[in-house]
């Protein structure tokens, strides 16, 4: 492991990429499916903000989740979920969206199970409209994306990159599933960062392998999944980076801010946010990049490019590793036509001399003498 470590941070191709591309596609399905059936099983705990109905948060230490609950059941609020926070709290959201009642509900709270420290009530419509905007700030972010990386690079990489961020987005959201956590506004400012994230991680590797192609694509002695290599290998030492150094202080939310102060939105915030960390650095090395890398492998001038070399029997094994000082090395064609342009200026020849002048030239005829 560390032998591969200093190798990637001395700009080597050290890790054989598209031998994983294949794993990685079967963990991500699987992910996927995992998340995909959460989703249709056990759904979302919505926060308030998006569902609408009251939340109570009720300091009662010597409470239990029976006692709250055959309380709730004298209002009819027998549906409300009830949750034990930090030891001592307890959480309760019911969808009683009236006022009165739920100002009964809290007096009653008060009296027999311990003083209300957090009452909240939202309405359905401001939650509908809150949900709205939310997708509709997805679906914009996702078009300007594309256009952008479009323009900017090309098409194929657009269809990566957003394939990879929709990747992304999915599994986060399955772990909220899966885990049952709350989806609350800072949930969705986290997701909204993670995307960003992502795109982030995913465009230096497409840059990079843009680069590689510029560089050594016009000697035709390297396959672009060849050449993708390379460029992953090159950045993999960044992302990585960029992962651990954006990971510590997103823990240290988790872990300080959550467990020991016993903030709730710092734990929906700080736990969206590394899982996203996580995923993004893996789709940008694996599932970004493989695809870009089967999409052009279909084009006609990497297909005759792969026909020459697999001709040559040099496509039999696993993927070739381009050294060091050839991927430094400029272009033999930028080269040679430099070369030639740099050269010796040809002479022009000389012109020839006029007849019966005094340059070197053809000596003239002599004339004939006339005759008297």
């Known amino acids: 492991m560390i032998a591969v470590l200093r190798g990637l941070y001395a700009g080597e191709t050290v890790i054989d990429f598209p031998r994983w591309w294949r794993v990685a596609a079967l963990a991500s399905g699987i992910a996927l499916l995992l998340s995909l059936g959460s989703f249709g099983l056990r759904g979302l705990e ?8 009251t939340s109570y948060e009720v300091a009662a230490p010597d409470a239990s989740v029976s006692d709250a609950r055959s309380l709730l059941s004298r209002f009819g609020a027998d549906g409300a979920r009830i949750q034990v926070v930090d030891g001592d709290m307890i959480r309760i959201r019911s969808d009683i969206d009236d006022p009165a009642r739920a100002a009964e509900i809290r007096d009653a709270l008060s009296t027999e199970l311990g003083p209300v420290e957090t009452f909240e009530q939202v309405g359905p419509t401001w939650g509908d409209e809150v949900t709205d905007k939310a997708v509709r700030a997805l679906v914009v972010f996702f078009i300007v994306v594309a256009l952008y990386i479009s323009v900017r690079l090309e098409w194929k990489m657009a269809a990566g990159a957003l394939a990879a961020v929709a990747h ?36 230096v590797v497409y840059d990079k392998v843009r680069e590689m192609t510029g560089r050594l694509g016009a000697t035709e002695r390297y396959t672009y999944t060849e050449l993708m290599n390379l460029a992953l290998n090159r950045v993999a030492m960044r992302s990585i980076n960029t992962s651990v150094t954006s990971a510590l202080p997103v823990l240290s939310l988790l872990m300080v801010g959550s467990v020991a102060l016993g ?5 929906e915030f700080a736990l969206a946010l590394l899982v996203g ?58 080269s040679e036509s430099s070369g030639r342009s740099k050269g010796p200026a040809r002479r022009r020849p000389a012109p020839a001399a006029r007849p019966g002048g005094s340059g070197s030239g053809t000596p003239p005829r002599p004339r004939k003498k006339r005759r008297n």
Request: neutral net charge; without cysteine; aromatic residues 8%.
């Open 46 to 53: 919505l926060g308030i903000d998006f569902a609408g109905g």
């Open 168 to 203: 992304d987005i999915v599994v986060s959201v399955g772990v909220y599933s899966l885990l049952g956590v709350e989806v609350t506004p800072a949930t969705v400012i986290a997701f909204l960062t993670i995307m960003g994230y992502s795109l982030y991680d995913t465009i």
């Open 263 to 267: 903030a709730t939105a710092l734990r």
């Open 277 to 334: 960390i996580i995923v993004g650095s893996y789709s940008s090395l694996f599932l970004a990049a493989a695809m870009v890398a089967r999409l052009k492998e279909g084009e006609q001038r990497w297909v005759q490019i792969r026909s020459k070399l697999a001709g040559r029997g040099l496509l039999d094994g696993p993927t070739r590793t381009i050294r060091r000082d050839e991927a430094s090395a400029p272009d033999s064609r930028s």
